[in-house]
Structure formats: C-alpha cells, structure tokens
C-alpha cells in the first residue's frame, strides 16, 4: 500500500494587502491588537514546461492574501477557492517577535477543532493564521504564516490505484 502525502501550502502576501492593512490599521484597527477575519484565495498547482530544458515544472499550490482580504465578502477569481483565516496584527516588533506563536498556533487550532466537533463544520477546516507586524513610518512589514492539519494515526494509506475524481462524480458536482 502507498502511504498518503499532501504538499505543503506555499503562501503569497501580494503588495496590496500591505496597502489594505495599512488603511485599516489607521483609520479602524488603531491601537487593537485582537484577531480578525481574514480571506485569502487559494489556486491549484499547475505544471510549466521549461523553454530551454523541455522538462515540466511543477509549482505548487499557493495561498495568496490580496488586497481585499479585510473585506467581509470576498468572491472567488476563477480556478480559486476563498479560505477564511484570522489575522492578529501586533503594535510593535517586538511583540511580533516574542509572541508565543506555539500557543497563538494551538487556539487556532482548537477553534478549529471545536468548530467540527461542537458545531458539526466542516467550513475551518481549511482556516489559516496570519501574524504580522505593520511598521507604517518605514513601510516595513514582517509576517508569519500557520496552516495548521490534523494528522491521521495511523497514517492513512491508498489501497487501489489512483483513480480521476471524474469516475466517481458527476461533472456538476465536481464543479469549482
């Protein structure tokens, strides 16, 4: 049996959710350092072929945070699914740096936890952490993504071959 293995998420913070944060740290976060929601889009991987060598490249899948991520309804891009997440902004970089980010980790994660098994959702299962720190006088900006996931023991393992997802659903239902 072939033991089952998921890539890492690759996370992207595009230049305009740095602007975004700014506006809202201004004018409506102020001097708060509580968590709030956040939206990203995350996009499959695909495969390039190199002009030069003719071998495939394969870029994984991405995360990327824009620069609507503060709005409360963000709409999917086409080929993305809207994940929602929680930023905690800090006020200086040195609480950045010396929060304990293991214990800010795991309340994400038992929110998360709690989600599927107090309110029966599915919907955090995908959730993501955003730490930052936004210096404004010098437009410095420092960040630390969290995808956290449950692990399965035992590991789960693939006992028949590889199959398309198009064998098993129909093509409305496996729809983005």
């Not at 996370?11 to 959710?17: L, M, R």
């Not at 006020?91 to 795991?106: G, I, V």
């Given at each position: 049996m072939?033991?089952?293995?998921?890539?890492?998420?690759?996370?992207?913070?595009?230049?305009?959710?740095?602007?975004?944060?700014?506006?809202?740290?201004i004018n409506d976060y102020r001097l708060s350092d509580d968590a709030v929601p956040i939206s990203a889009s995350y996009s499959v991987g695909r495969a390039l072929t190199d002009r030069e060598s003719g071998s495939v490249v394969d870029l994984g899948a991405t995360l990327a945070v824009g620069d609507h991520a503060l709005e409360p309804d963000i709409r999917a891009r086409p080929g993305t699914v809207v994940v929602r997440g929680m930023l905690k902004n800090?006020?200086?970089?040195?609480?950045?740096?010396?929060?304990?980010?293991?214990?800010?980790?795991?309340?994400?994660?038992?929110?998360?936890?709690?989600?599927?098994?107090?309110?029966?959702?599915?919907?955090?299962?995908?959730?993501f952490l955003l730490l930052s720190f936004a210096d404004l006088k010098h437009y410095r900006y420092y960040y630390w993504f969290a995808f956290p996931a449950f692990v399965a023991k035992p590991s789960w393992q693939i006992s028949h071959a590889w199959s398309?997802?198009?064998?098993?659903?129909?093509?409305?239902?496996?729809?983005?």
């Open positions: 072939v033991l089952a293995q998921f890539v890492a998420l690759s996370s992207v913070v595009q230049p305009g959710f740095w602007h975004a944060l700014s506006d809202f740290k800090f006020n200086t970089l040195e609480d950045f740096r010396s929060a304990d980010k293991t214990a800010l980790f795991n309340e994400h994660v038992e929110m998360m936890w709690n989600s599927i098994t107090v309110s029966r959702s599915s919907a955090e299962l995908s959730s398309s997802a198009a064998d098993h659903f129909s093509s409305d239902t496996a729809s983005l």
